[in-house]
């Protein structure tokens, strides 16, 4: 049985009864019973291989290439019950978690993009702290610690919403003082390193803040990586110049910063030390 689950994970031929009308429907893995916490991610893992999975929000910008697989399954009354993406490959992977009699099977697509037009940043209206912090624990009403990582906190207030993440780095971040003095091209090198570091930093923000979340924002998680969304909110070689000019290392980086819809500020902060920052502020 267990020899048979390992080879089910290179993805053997859907059913007939669930091949939903896509170009790129690769296979299916599939449960007599649920699935398992442990064996959803292993078939989820084992077909992924080392990127991240993201939650598909129902409420959140839909892009085309994803509808065409949902639309036939959310009218349907096999209705899906997870949906994930991973972006982190040429072709985008879509995963569909669907009931199959009294068990379970999920679905795999291969997507030629993930093509939505982007969209302003705009905050759900309505935050139940059940959805939102689905994998938090409440340990004052007002105050969530993630449940694997306890230096993942969230303070949630009125008038903002603060999230707090501590990672140490064992080396800081390198700040050069004597940026100022250097040639146009050996800046220009400096601006490219430290862009390359916020960039990793900024992904490894939205895996903690962003990802450990759901329902909280209108972008879909994989929409924060793409430039079409995201590029006149990060911090531009300008401002990055302007820092470095001054020849002494700032508290923090802001290297996400935007107004929302409905007149909410978000920011992704960073000292370059492992203390991380998303801060969501109310007008």
């Not at 059913?15 to 690769?26: D, I, N, R, V, Y």
């Not at 019950?81 to 569909?96: A, C, G, Q, T």
């Not at 997507?111 to 309505?126: C, F, G, H, I, Q």
């Not at 003082?177 to 220009?188: G, H, I, M, P």
């Amino acid at each position: 049985m267990r020899l048979f689950f390992l080879c089910s994970l290179v993805l053997a031929l859907v059913t007939e009864a669930f091949a939903a009308p896509a170009s790129k429907l690769l296979g299916a893995v599939d449960s007599k019973g649920e699935f398992s916490g442990e064996r959803l991610f292993a078939v989820l893992d084992s077909v992924g291989g080392t990127g991240t999975w993201m939650e598909w929000d129902v409420n959140g910008v839909r892009d085309p290439s994803v509808m065409k697989v949902l639309d036939p399954l959310l009218k349907s009354n096999n209705k899906p019950k997870m949906v994930w993406v991973i972006s982190e490959r040429e072709r985008p992977l879509l995963s569909v978690l669907l009931p199959k009699g009294t068990g379970e099977v999920i679905v795999f697509y291969e997507l030629a993009s993930l093509d939505a037009k982007p969209e302003p940043l705009k905050m759900n209206r309505v935050l139940s702290p059940d959805v939102v912090f689905r994998d938090y624990r409440a340990v004052s009403p007002s105050e969530f610690v993630h449940l694997d990582r306890p230096t993942l906190k969230v303070v949630a207030n009125d008038k903002s919403i603060r999230f707090t993440y501590e990672n140490r780095d064992a080396t800081p971040l390198r700040f050069d003082s004597d940026f100022a003095t250097k040639t146009v091209v050996e800046k220009r090198s400096e601006i490219r390193n430290y862009r390359d570091f916020f960039a990793y930093e900024y992904s490894l923000m939205l895996r903690a803040f962003v990802q450990s979340t759901r329902a909280l924002f209108n972008w879909q998680p994989w929409h924060w990586y793409m430039a079409s969304f995201n590029s006149r909110a990060m911090i531009s070689d300008s401002e990055l110049e302007a820092i470095l000019s001054k020849g002494v290392k700032p508290a923090q980086f802001t290297i996400f910063k935007t107004k929302a819809v409905d007149g909410q500020w978000v920011e992704f902060k960073t000292d370059g030390n492992g203390f991380y920052e998303m801060v969501i502020t109310n007008p």
